[in-house]
């Protein structure tokens, strides 16, 4: 056999899944091997596990280019799905909203444009009128050019 110290049955249970799964190290599957050859309870757990193993069925590949076709059809169609839920599309109630704000603003500042203009006429007139006035009034200016400034002070419109 050889000079190596043997397995205790603790080692043997806790590499007994390694053993069936063959991925234990030669040396390591040696000393297993002499352990379970001395000791029929650790020999007994290894069949028992062994009688329990599931074998994992066979895959066999698609080879069909068909259905590779239709996987990518498939994964397209979630692509492009989720792209579209990743974008916010702007709905119509939301452009007819923007559309109404921007059509207010601008029938608002029209309107105070009129406004101005409006009371722009009217100083004028105010300003024609009062040097009317001033002639009337004063009747030495009448043969002379001379004309009354007004200056209207600033207001807020």
């Not at 028992?48 to 239709?70: C, T, V």
């Not at 059809?73 to 704000?101: C, G, H, T, W």
């Not at 001379?146 to 600033?154: D, G, I, L």
């Amino acid at each position: 056999m050889g000079t190596h110290l043997p397995f205790t049955c603790r080692e043997v249970e806790a590499c007994a899944a390694a053993l069936l799964d063959e991925q234990l190290s030669p040396a390591e599957e040696e000393m297993v091997e002499e352990h379970l050859e001395r000791c029929d309870t650790c020999a007994d757990l290894i069949d028992a596990m062994d009688a329990q193993r599931i074998k994992p069925p066979r895959i066999q590949l698609i080879q069909q280019n068909d259905y590779w076709e239709d996987m990518d059809a498939v994964l397209q169609s979630e692509l492009d799905r989720a792209d579209a839920n990743s974008q916010s599309p702007v709905s119509k109630q939301m452009i007819l909203f923007y559309a109404a704000v921007l059509l207010l603003t601008i029938m608002w500042g029209w309107h105070h444009k009129q406004r101005a203009n409006h009371l722009e006429r009217i100083v004028y007139t105010q300003q024609q009128t009062l040097e009317q006035l001033e002639r009337v009034s004063n009747p030495s200016l009448t043969g002379q050019n001379a004309k009354v400034s007004y200056h209207p002070t600033k207001m807020e419109l």
